[in-house]
Nanobody
Framework: QVQLVESGGGLVQAGGSLRLSCAAS????????MGWYRQAPGKQRELVAT???????NYADSVKGRFTISRGNDKNTVYLQMNSLKPEDTALYYC??????????WGQGTQVTVSS
């Protein structure tokens, strides 16, 4: 069973930065895209950023200009550089691998807390 393992979350003051990493436990075939989603308490899970196998990137409007998604050379690793963090960025951040017709993969989540 392939697993996605996230790391890099933590507590940071507003205006600070964090870098999230997500690595697959082994090579994943048929990846269409990898990305990051987040879920704050009492809210639905929302898209943060995605990057396709072809390199097309999409960001939520709320993070444009502050967050940068990138992919490792092995295409099974994805990163999220988060700058100028705001308290409203506080959430559990999940890594996702979209495999088209195959079931999507999700990580266990990493907590990001931004204090004001």
């Amino acid at each position: 069973q392939v697993q996605l393992v996230e790391s890099g979350g933590g507590l940071v003051q507003a205006g600070g930065s964090l870098r999230l990493s997500c690595a697959a436990s082994r090579s994943i075939f048929s990846i269409n895209a990898m990305g990051w989603y987040r879920q704050a308490p009492g809210k639905q899970r929302e898209l943060v950023a995605t990057i396709t196998s072809g390199g097309t990137i999409n960001y939520a409007d709320s993070v444009k200009g502050r967050f940068t998604i990138s992919r490792g050379n092995d295409k099974n690793t994805v990163y999220l550089q988060m700058n100028s963090l705001k308290p409203e960025d506080t959430a559990l951040y999940y890594c996702n691998a979209n495999r088209g017709l195959l079931a999507a993969l999700w990580g266990q989540g990493t907590q990001v807390t931004v204090s004001s």
